[in-house]
């Protein structure tokens, strides 16, 4: 069950991300490693509390130490303030529009995914292709949140099974063990 | 209550008058408009837990502030622009307890002997407004002794055959070198350069009750996890520490107040949004040169200079993708430097000339590659050729680079004020910079760049690129708003009023308890990252105040006076 998206989106996001960052030769694409995931769970932060924004520290518990980061940060008012602009918009509300409409992630995706249309996920893929290019923004809004959901730590919701890391030689976080002098200066 | 000083600004420059001063005795309030991620919130004399290696956290989500939805700048380049022509995320240094110390790599040089007399050593420049510092290297030097000392700072005595004379060794010896400056060393040296390990604030062994740094990579634009960086958590411990000083985090400050030729303190916008006044005997202004000028300005001060003579640094960045790994995610960023396109040879003197210009310098060159992938990918086009160029990796596993810091020079028309109607979420106008590099920096950059892509190519590089930060070929058209964060300048320090904002111990000549205590003060930019010269100036600014000499003993967490004969040798001063 996606968090935020429609399971009707979710399908059009999933056609959208095993475009973006196909599967390969290199490993799996952007559907494999969970970005679909990621984004909705970007898109529905505030479902969670706290707000699935920042994730804790010091360590994730991969190379030792606490697994951290699954506690995520609370936010202050000014933060949440900055966060529900970013993803609702301002939605007409005073205290979000001092400097005028800010149209949120949720409004650009509901809006994006419905006008790449009906027909997007039974597309070929060229044909995908060519309606991404044709709504050049939204995919490349997608795209950097695809990047993050891919190669970003996986308590986000992506780089499922570290698949994003693992594909390109990508140790991830390494504290607390970090490297030694040796492996800096004579890899 | 009546606090003797209110610092604005938690930052390297506020954190270091404030340990200055509570060890002096002095009562102070560090007020800070960020979030507190640095200290323990259960006991300030401890380091907090909330960094971590998370790119996403760091790099794409705003953890260290300021989030630019809330609080935006504007930028221009001209007054011929209008208004503005962006909004958002300009030149921006974190809003964090901690500010611009957390998210720096810890590259800490000190000026040369030069930097403090350009207009004496090499004369005017058309356009600028080139002056000489109202103080030189000698009158800092202790300063900066005691600060390298309190920051921690480590470095190679007699490596840099360029540096200004030194009053003691550095207090740590140098980190692992990275293997890519290994080969960039050599290459380097090959072509009669001559880099050294950068001075860094980077614990290389254990230092002062902090551990040494493990080169988990994650350094430019991280907080450090395991405070092995010499961010100001060790100066802001060993204030609180001292029982003197009050923390106050999320809190604005919305102006000084002033009456007749003294400020009275301070009006205060807290977390939950009320208002209310601070009183103090002195105000220490230690926000960074972009909020310093606006907070002068919010207050009502009308000196003419205060927010001109912006600089930042104009970056050029030479990068090249070798046919080895550079390893760039392991150790501390950048591990070498060199001075040589500062000091300059017969062939940037030509290179000025030719130009039409008196001379021209450039700036202090890491050695550096790229190491995060989100980055990375976001180079890259989507699509098919995705999954192959992230494995291939040019950037990130292949790429080695030079950014050169390039001395910006002081020009009126680049500048600081107030945004006519942008505003920030407490409703409060926002700075706006106006901003565009000069002939001399793009002349520099111009000459510099290729000989930098020169030891790339001796390095093995199978391309290289040259690029700068503003980009655009010409001064009339920067496509970009700057990368640099060195903002400096906005309240130059002198001793005539006329033709600067404080004078040569930091105070406005304008009010006479009101001290500047960051690199607003700065008179020319040099070539240089401006942390340690910043904190070098407000220990300085902070001794003066309080009668007090550099180098007293003041052991980390431990009150004055109290301290242990092994804490204090670590400071390495012989009456300790």
């Not at chain 2, 209550?1 to 604005?8: G, K, L």
């Not at chain 2, 040369?112 to 420049?125: A, E, K, M």
């Not at chain 2, 994650?218 to 411990?237: N, W, Y």
């Not at chain 2, 029982?243 to 919305?254: C, D, I, M, P, Q």
Request: hydrophobic share 40%.
């Amino acid at each position: 069950m996606p968090v935020w998206l429609t399971d009707e989106e979710l399908g059009v996001l999933t056609a959208v991300c095993d475009r973006v960052i196909p599967a390969s030769d290199a490993g799996p694409g952007a559907v494999a490693a969970g970005v679909p995931g990621y984004i909705d769970g970007l898109l529905g932060a505030f479902t969670f509390d706290p707000p699935r924004i920042w994730a804790g520290g010091p360590t994730s518990g991969r190379m030792g130490g606490d697994p951290a980061f699954a506690r995520f940060h609370r936010l202050s008012a000014l933060d949440e303030l900055a966060w529900r602009m970013r993803i609702e918009g301002s939605r007409g509300i005073p205290e979000r529009e001092f400097n005028g409409r800010v149209v949120g992630y949720q409004e650009r995706y509901r809006e994006g995914l419905a006008a790449l249309g009906d027909d997007f996920v039974g597309l070929a893929p060229a044909a995908r292709d060519e309606r991404l290019r044709a709504h050049h923004d939204f995919t490349d809004l997608v795209y950097g949140h695809a990047c993050e959901g891919m190669y970003g730590a996986p308590e986000y919701g992506g780089n499922r099974d570290l698949a994003g890391w693992r594909a390109i030689d990508f140790a991830g976080d390494v504290q607390p063990r970090g490297w030694t002098d040796a492996e800096v200066t004579t890899p | 209550m009546t606090v003797d000083a209110v610092i604005v600004g938690s930052g390297p420059g506020g954190a270091t008058a404030a340990d200055v001063l509570t060890a002096a005795g002095w009562t102070v309030a560090i007020v800070e408009k960020g979030r507190n991620h640095l200290l323990d919130p259960e006991d300030l004399t401890r380091a907090a837990s909330d960094f971590s290696n998370d790119e996403i956290k760091f790099h794409n989500r705003h953890f260290l502030g300021p989030d630019p939805l809330v609080e935006p700048r504007t930028f221009r380049t001209s007054e011929a622009d209008g208004d503005r022509t962006f909004v958002g995320e300009v030149n921006s240094v974190p809003s964090t307890v901690g500010g611009g110390g957390t998210h720096a790599d810890g590259k800490v040089p000190r000026f040369r002997p030069d930097d403090f007399r350009l207009h004496s050593l090499l004369g005017p420049q058309p356009g600028a407004e080139v002056a000489d510092w109202p103080l030189d290297y000698d009158e800092l030097e202790p300063y900066y002794a005691e600060v390298e000392r309190s920051v921690g700072v480590a470095g190679a005595d007699g490596a840099n055959p360029f540096a200004g004379p030194r009053s003691g060794p550095f207090p740590m010896p140098s980190g692992a070198p990275m293997f890519g400056a290994t080969r960039s060393v050599a290459a380097a040296e090959k072509l009669g350069y001559h880099p050294y390990p950068a001075p860094t604030a980077a614990n290389s062994v254990p230092y002062d009750g902090r551990p040494a740094c493990n080169n988990c990579g994650f350094c430019s634009f991280f907080g450090c996890p395991i405070h092995a960086k010499g961010d100001p958590v060790a100066m802001l411990r060993r204030t609180m520490a001292t029982g003197r000083a009050e923390l106050l985090s999320e809190t604005f400050v919305a102006r000084i107040r002033v009456e007749g030729r003294r400020a009275t303190g301070v009006d205060l916008v807290g977390p939950d949004g009320a208002e209310r006044f601070l009183a103090a005997r002195h105000v220490i202004v230690a926000a960074g040169a972009i909020e310093t000028p606006r907070l002068l300005l919010l207050s009502g001060l009308e000196h003419p200079l205060i927010g001109r003579y912006f600089m930042a640094h104009f970056q050029t960045i030479t990068a090249g993708s070798m046919p080895y790994r550079t390893y760039a995610e392991r150790g501390r960023a950048v591990t070498h430097v060199h001075d040589d396109m500062i000091v300059g040879d017969e062939a940037s003197r030509a290179a000025a000339a030719e130009a039409g210009l008196p001379w021209i310098r450039g700036g202090l060159v890491e050695h550096s590659g790229a190491a995060m992938p989100i980055l990375e990918a976001k180079h890259y086009p989507w699509g098919a050729m995705h999954p192959g160029l992230m494995a291939d990796s040019p950037i990130r596993k292949r790429l080695w680079a030079f950014i050169m810091q390039g001395e910006d020079l002081p020009y009126a028309h680049n500048r600081v004020d107030l945004d006519p109607t942008v505003r920030d979420a407490r409703g409060v106008p926002v700075a706006r910079v106006t901003y565009r590099p000069g002939p001399h920096e793009l002349v520099a950059s111009g000459h510099f760049g290729p000989r930098l892509a020169e030891i790339l190519k001796e390095m093995g590089a199978e391309w290289t690129a040259v690029t700068t930060s503003p980009g655009g070929g010409n001064a009339e058209s920067p496509e970009a708003v700057p990368e640099s964060r060195h903002n400096v300048g906005t309240t130059r320090m002198g001793t005539d009023p006329a033709t600067s904002v404080v004078d040569p111990t930091g105070r406005l000549h304008d009010l006479d308890n009101v001290v500047v205590a960051d690199s607003s003060v700065f008179v020319t930019s040099a070539g240089y990252g401006p942390t340690l010269t910043l904190v070098a100036l407000a220990a300085r600014a902070a001794h003066l105040l309080a009668g007090t000499s550099p180098g007293a003993c003041r052991p980390a967490g431990l009150r004055p006076g109290r301290g242990s004969a092994a804490a204090c040798r670590r400071w390495a001063r012989p009456r300790c």
